[in-house]
């Protein structure tokens, strides 16, 4: 067994999408190798209404998947193919955009006005980027819990993890997206695959992983006597940690626990084209679809 050791650790940046939506982006539109395949990760987490409420009216995806994974509210969705649907706490959807799709998804809050959500966006192969588009739409009861002896719950969403299966399925980069929730103060390692890109992102709480042999935490800069000191923190809410080659990952819980994604995948390996919610693999691929898009032929 190797432990993957921490080959980044980084912080939300607050942005504006849709139409005036509030969230944390936890990474996105930065080097398409640096989390291949995975493209961009937004936390939508909002207490006020006026925060969330305009959505994200009908816009276009073309050559990627869209997983949306939903924790307090409701998102109602509908696209150009005449789908519709509501995703609860706890759903889970997963968008193949393929060779196109116009969609929107509006957020509203439970009843104490709470919005809490994540979209992933996956990167397509060339050979997948023209595909019909389909949904995988899965409701809370049928995600797997998995609780071990020393209290750590697991949801599975995709992939293989402790025995059990996800139940989204036929993806293209093979992905592994799990839940995950360590009580306090709990040391626990997970197996991941060598060969996939790995990342984590917490969103509750607090913890520290291992790298090799030692804790890596966040490194902070902090003024004590007046001198300015560098030391490494516990990693905490709104954290990204991407991990580097090993097969397995090892977090320290903290006073309060800690809770995470854990995501991997298969790179893919490929040249990005990339605009907005349209990514292809060349240049040329990239002004054809934005023609389509244009002239009202993007839609097949």
């Not at 990474?27 to 909002?46: H, I, S, V």
């Not at 409420?53 to 409701?74: K, S």
């Not at 397509?124 to 009861?141: G, N």
Request: net charge negative; glycine share 12%; proline share 6%.
């Amino acid at each position: 067994m190797s432990i993957r050791p921490v080959a980044h650790i980084g912080s939300t940046q607050s942005t504006m999408e849709g139409a005036g939506v509030k969230l944390e982006r936890v990474f996105g539109f930065q080097d398409p190798e640096m989390l291949d395949p995975f493209l961009l990760l937004d936390d939508f987490r909002n207490e006020r209404p006026e925060d969330y409420q305009a959505g994200f009216p009908w816009h276009p995806h073309r050559g990627i998947e869209t997983i949306t994974y939903v924790l307090a509210g409701t998102v109602e969705h509908g696209d150009s193919l005449g789908n519709t649907g509501n995703l609860g706490a706890g759903d889970v959807q997963w968008m193949t955009a393929g060779r196109g799709i116009m969609h929107q998804e509006m957020p509203k809050g439970d009843a104490n006005g709470r919005m809490h959500g994540f979209q992933l966006w996956a990167n397509l192969p060339s050979s997948m980027k023209m595909t019909e588009p389909r949904y995988q739409d899965v409701t809370a009861p049928n995600i797997p819990v998995e609780i071990d002896d020393d209290g750590t719950v697991a949801r599975v969403i995709c992939g293989n993890f402790w025995g059990k299966s996800g139940p989204v399925d036929g993806i293209a980069a093979e992905p592994q997206y799990i839940d995950i929730s360590v009580p306090p103060g709990t040391r626990k390692r997970f197996k991941v695959d060598t060969y996939k890109q790995t990342f984590a992102y917490i969103f509750e709480g607090s913890g520290s992983f291992e790298a090799a042999s030692d804790p890596f935490g966040v490194l902070t800069e902090k003024e004590f006597g007046g001198e300015e000191l560098q030391f490494r923190d516990q990693t905490g809410d709104r954290t990204l940690v991407i991990f580097g080659t090993g097969d397995e990952i090892v977090v320290q819980a903290g006073d309060h626990g800690i809770r995470f994604l854990l995501v991997s995948g298969a790179p893919i390996k490929e040249p990005v084209a990339w605009h907005g919610p349209i990514v292809m693999n060349t240049q040329e691929e990239l002004r054809q679809a934005i023609k389509e898009l244009r002239s009202g032929s993007f839609i097949r």
